[in-house]
Nanobody, 126 residues
Framework: QLQLVESGGGSVQVGGSLRVSCKVS????????LAWFRQPPGNKRERVAI???????LYDDSVKGRFTIFPDDAENTNYLQMNSLKVEDTGMYYC????????????????????WGQGTQVTVSS
């Protein structure tokens, strides 16, 4: 059974950087996409990036140029590197295994997700 365990996150001032990791265990996720979501306080969970096998990557416009996702295949871990953080980046961050098909790639609603990580808090203060 596939499981995701996140670590990292924390608090930082505007303009700072943080990194969140997502370790996949319990099997192979070949053919499945790994997505990163965030949920700002009082708002819905929204996707910020998605990758298919670490080669095809799609970023939401709000994070493009600031966030980078990259894998460590030896550790079966995916990382979300967040630079130039803004107050509006504050929220719970989740990694998830999701379908890559159709709109699940382009929009990745929570209904596309099969497995969620436990989430980690990112707080950006001014």
């Amino acid at each position: 059974q596939l499981q995701l365990v996140e670590s990292g996150g924390g608090s930082v001032q505007v303009g700072g950087s943080l990194r969140v990791s997502c370790k996949v265990s319990g099997g192979s996720w070949n053919g499945i996409c790994l997505a990163w979501f965030r949920q700002p306080p009082g708002n819905k969970r929204e996707r910020v990036a998605i990758t298919s096998g670490g080669t095809n990557i799609l970023y939401d416009d709000s994070v493009k140029g600031r966030f980078t996702i990259f894998p460590d295949d030896a550790e079966n871990t995916n990382y979300l590197q967040m630079n130039s953080l803004k107050v509006e980046d504050t929220g719970m961050y989740y990694c998830a295994l999701a379908s890559c098909a159709g709109d699940c790639w382009w929009k990745t609603s929570p209904s596309c997700v099969g497995v969620w990580g436990q989430g980690t808090q990112v707080t950006v203060s001014s």
